[in-house]
């Protein structure tokens, strides 16, 4: 592991909370593992510091066009492309963190695609974490020779999208893929949207009422 960025050695693993968690960089990440003697690790990253737009890529490499990854995160919007295409010169990785702050309950959205990166020789995941702590991510899936592992409710597919709650805290939102094989791109797009306290419903409602009142004075 190199010392400019730090990440965790399996799709599934990077979706554990706690210890394996701690250090690791928002931003983006590519790196290409080439196969025994032919070379050392290539790595590149875009460290964030907060929201805006990161990129990281393999021109100038002989890896050039098999790995890239750009992560575009706003306050209550990330969104996340990706493509980490192997083979028997190299193991790729592309790899998206953005860190969400969350002040009160929410609904959590997400739309993602993992569909191109599947099978043998490929592990590709996305996972929502709680950095309080928890042994397994709030919501995710990861996909590891095919094999699908989900959390949360989500279904265990490839392609799919999933709304569900989570309570105000901090989160890491994370999709990476590692691929010894050829493999195509992947992405999501997630929202974060506050829910109304239950006593804001019957505000807005008595509001309604008393507006309705004074229009028929």
Same mark, same amino acid.
């Given at each position: 592991?190199?010392?400019?960025?730090?990440?965790?050695?399996?799709?599934?693993?990077?979706?554990?909370?706690?210890?394996?968690?701690?250090?690791?960089?928002?931003?983006?990440?590519?790196?290409?593992?080439?196969?025994?003697?032919?070379?050392?690790?290539?790595?590149?990253?875009?460290?964030?510091?907060?929201?805006?737009?990161?990129?990281?890529?393999?021109?100038?490499?002989?890896?050039?066009?098999?790995?890239?990854?750009?992560?575009?995160?706003?306050?209550?919007?990330?969104?996340?492309?990706?493509?980490?295409?192997?083979?028997?010169?190299?193991?790729?990785?592309?790899?998206?963190?953005?860190?969400?702050?969350?002040?009160?309950?929410?609904?959590?959205?997400?739309?993602?695609?993992?569909?191109?990166?599947?099978?043998?020789?490929?592990?590709?995941?996305?996972?929502?974490?709680?950095?309080?702590?928890?042994?397994?991510? +709030? /919501?995710?899936?990861?996909?590891?020779?095919? *094999?699908? $592992?989900?959390? !949360?409710?989500? #279904?265990?597919? %490839? @392609?799919?999208?999933?709304?569900?709650?989570?309570?105000?805290? +901090? /989160?890491?939102?994370?999709?990476?893929?590692? *691929?010894? $094989?050829?493999? !195509?791109?992947? #992405?999501?797009? %997630? @929202?974060?949207?506050?829910?109304?306290?239950?006593?804001?419903?019957?505000?807005?409602?008595?509001?309604?009422?008393?507006?309705?009142?004074?229009?028929?004075?």
């Amino acid at each position: 592991m190199d010392s400019s960025t730090t990440v965790v050695s399996s799709a599934v693993a990077a979706l554990v909370a706690g210890s394996a968690v701690a250090g690791i960089t928002p931003g983006t990440m590519v790196r290409a593992i080439p196969s025994s003697g032919e070379g050392t690790a290539i790595t590149r990253t875009d460290p964030a510091a907060g929201p805006g737009t990161y990129a990281s890529d393999l021109d100038g490499t002989p890896f050039a066009g098999r790995g890239a990854a750009q992560l575009v995160w706003g306050a209550s919007t990330v969104s996340f492309t990706g493509l980490a295409s192997g083979g028997a010169d190299a193991t790729l990785r592309t790899q998206g963190i953005a860190i969400v702050d969350v002040a009160s309950a929410s609904q959590f959205s997400i739309n993602w695609n993992l569909s191109q990166a599947m099978g043998v020789g490929v592990e590709a995941s996305w996972g929502l974490i709680d950095l309080a702590g928890g042994s397994d991510p +709030t /919501y995710g899936v990861a996909f590891d020779d095919g *094999a699908g $592992t989900a959390y !949360g409710g989500v #279904g265990t597919t %490839a @392609s799919g999208s999933f709304v569900g709650a989570i309570a105000a805290g +901090t /989160y890491m939102l994370v999709m990476l893929a590692d *691929a010894s $094989t050829v493999a !195509g791109p992947i #992405g999501f797009s %997630a @929202s974060f949207t506050a829910v109304p306290a239950p006593g804001v419903f019957a505000l807005l409602a008595l509001a309604g009422v008393l507006g309705t009142r004074r229009r028929l004075r």
